[in-house]
């Protein structure tokens, strides 16, 4: 069974930072693709950045490329989102995802957590 929890949310000011985590069951790094996406209230769900299998290649939407840094500790079955200079569009419940694909698309992942949410405000 995979499962995915999500950690490490709060509110931060615009320019600031925060660090998200998340906890996976054995077995699902190195054997899913990972990726983190994230939904503001009215508006469709959206990847942020996957990492494929291995973890060598991770790739990022535009909005956040140079921001926002993915990486993976596989001794502590920990995947982090690294976010720097925040911004108020960047307000939003993150998620992390398993799936068998390394996509930008939610729609390839069949596992997900629960959502932690980033409020960036002044």
């Known amino acids: 069974q995979v499962q995915l929890v999500e950690s490490g949310g709060g509110v931060v000011q615009p320019g600031g930072s925060l660090r998200l985590s998340c906890a996976v069951s054995?077995?699902?790094?190195?054997?899913?693709?990972i990726g983190w996406f994230r939904q503001a209230p009215g508006k469709e769900r959206e990847g942020v950045a996957y990492?494929?299998?291995?973890?060598?290649?991770?790739n990022y939407a535009e909005s956040v490329k140079g921001r926002f840094t993915m990486s993976s500790d596989n001794a502590k079955f920990t995947v982090y989102l690294q976010m720097h200079s925040l911004k108020p569009e960047d307000t939003a419940v993150y998620y992390c995802?398993?799936?068998?694909?390394?996509?930008?698309?939610?729609?390839?992942?069949?596992?997900w957590g629960q959502g932690t949410q980033v409020t960036v405000s002044s």
């Open positions: 995802a398993a799936g068998p694909v390394p996509t930008i698309w939610a729609s390839s992942y069949a596992y």
């Open positions: 990492m494929s299998f291995s973890g060598d290649s991770i």
């Open positions: 054995r077995f699902t790094l190195g054997y899913y693709a």
